[in-house]
């Protein structure tokens, strides 16, 4: 729940920040990137595989830095994001695993 309420406060300042200026690639990268992880963060709670197939997606937009300020923030933040794909993928598979053992 956390991470969904940190995902929302990003994707929500930055759409309020690119109101009061004109958008570059970078922020359009940005933008899309928090929008999917958004996306994931809510279709986690039916969908394991989707969800960390789309927070792996945008570790990877986010953590290529490309023409953002502050690089550094994006890509750790990038990194968080895999970090948790890589759990929701790792959750799915054991469960799937265990349902067909059963």
Same mark, same amino acid.
């Given at each position: 729940?956390?991470?969904?309420?940190? %995902?929302? +406060?990003? *994707? @929500?300042?930055?759409?309020?920040? $690119?109101? *009061? !200026?004109? =958008?570059?690639?970078?922020?359009?990268? #940005? @933008?899309?990137?928090?929008?999917?992880?958004?996306?994931?963060?809510?279709?986690?709670? &039916? !969908?394991?595989?989707?969800?960390?197939?789309? =927070? #792996? $997606? %945008?570790? *990877?937009?986010?953590?290529?830095?490309?023409?953002?300020? &502050? %690089?550094?923030?994006?890509? &750790? @933040?990038?990194? $968080?994001?895999?970090?948790?794909?890589?759990? +929701?993928?790792?959750?799915?598979? @054991? %469960?799937?695993?265990?349902?067909?053992?059963?």
């Amino acid at each position: 729940m956390i991470g969904l309420g940190v %995902t929302a +406060f990003l *994707f @929500l300042a930055l759409c309020i920040n $690119l109101i *009061f !200026r004109e =958008l570059g690639v970078g922020d359009i990268l #940005v @933008l899309v990137s928090l929008g999917i992880a958004l996306v994931g963060c809510i279709v986690s709670w &039916w !969908r394991e595989w989707l969800a960390g197939i789309l =927070l #792996v $997606l %945008t570790s *990877f937009a986010l953590s290529s830095g490309l023409a953002l300020p &502050w %690089t550094w923030f994006w890509w &750790w @933040l990038g990194l $968080l994001f895999l970090i948790a794909g890589v759990l +929701f993928l790792l959750s799915w598979w @054991l %469960t799937r695993k265990a349902s067909l053992q059963e």
